[in-house]
């Protein structure tokens, strides 16, 4: 199950879908529609449509077929009755497999659909960052431009600012020292 937040709506949904006519659909699909009609009516019937042979054995699958919540736990018993040992445990673990099969396609899905919206929004701003980098490149061009300058010019008054901020900062400390003489 892919909600964690299980309750007994939850299990009993899920034991729902497993009994549905589309998950027994795929059971007889996948053992054989002959192979469970010879077990039902001692011969395959094809005198009758497709559809309506799926119909009759998946109305006959569900009538031998119990599934239920085992105890207060949140596990789900699938129990398969009637028949040789062999159809038995093909058509029970056949159900378990079609389940987890149904679950894991559900959750690829998601991670997939989850992967393409992050792959938008990463490509989104990805573009965004490019206009950004663009914007801010034109803007230095403009200013250097504007105030007369270049690249080197505007490193050296850059250099040129560090040194009297330094140098500020020395007679500052300098005179505090003084006054912390007086």
């Given at each position: 199950?892919?909600?964690?937040?299980?309750?007994?709506?939850?299990?009993?949904?899920?034991?729902?879908?497993?009994?549905?006519?589309?998950?027994?659909?795929?059971?007889?699909?996948?053992?054989?529609?002959?192979?469970?009609?010879?077990?039902?009516?001692?011969?395959?019937?094809?005198?009758?449509?497709?559809?309506?042979?799926?119909?009759?054995?998946?109305?006959?699958?569900?009538?031998?077929?119990?599934?239920?919540?085992?105890?207060?736990?949140?596990?789900?018993?699938?129990?398969?009755?009637?028949?040789?040992?062999?159809?038995?445990?093909?058509?029970?673990?056949?159900?378990?497999?079609?389940?987890?099969d149904?679950?894991?396609?559900?959750?690829?899905?998601?991670?997939?659909?989850?992967t393409?919206?992050?792959?938008?929004?990463?490509?989104?701003?990805?573009?965004?960052?490019?206009?950004?980098?663009?914007?801010?490149?034109?803007?230095?061009?403009?200013?250097?431009?504007?105030d007369?300058?270049?690249?080197?010019?505007?490193?050296?008054?850059?250099?040129?600012?560090?040194?009297?901020?330094?140098?500020?900062?020395?007679?500052?400390?300098a005179?505090?020292?003084?006054?912390?003489?007086?």
């Amino acid at each position: 199950v892919s909600n964690l937040n299980l309750s007994e709506p939850v299990i009993l949904g899920e034991i729902s879908l497993i009994r549905s006519n589309l998950m027994l659909g795929a059971v007889v699909q996948a053992i054989g529609l002959d192979r469970l009609e010879t077990h039902y009516y001692d011969a395959p019937r094809p005198e009758r449509s497709a559809e309506e042979r799926v119909v009759a054995v998946t109305n006959k699958i569900r009538k031998d077929l119990k599934v239920t919540r085992a105890g207060d736990s949140f596990v789900i018993a699938i129990t398969f009755s009637g028949g040789e040992p062999g159809l038995v445990m093909d058509v029970t673990n056949t159900i378990a497999q079609t389940y987890i099969d149904a679950q894991l396609d559900g959750r690829r899905a998601s991670a997939r659909e989850a992967t393409l919206r992050i792959q938008d929004e990463v490509d989104e701003l990805a573009v965004q960052v490019e206009a950004a980098e663009a914007a801010v490149a034109a803007f230095r061009a403009e200013r250097l431009e504007r105030d007369g300058g270049s690249i080197e010019a505007a490193g050296q008054q850059l250099a040129n600012l560090s040194a009297q901020l330094i140098a500020a900062r020395s007679e500052r400390v300098a005179a505090e020292a003084r006054y912390d003489q007086l």
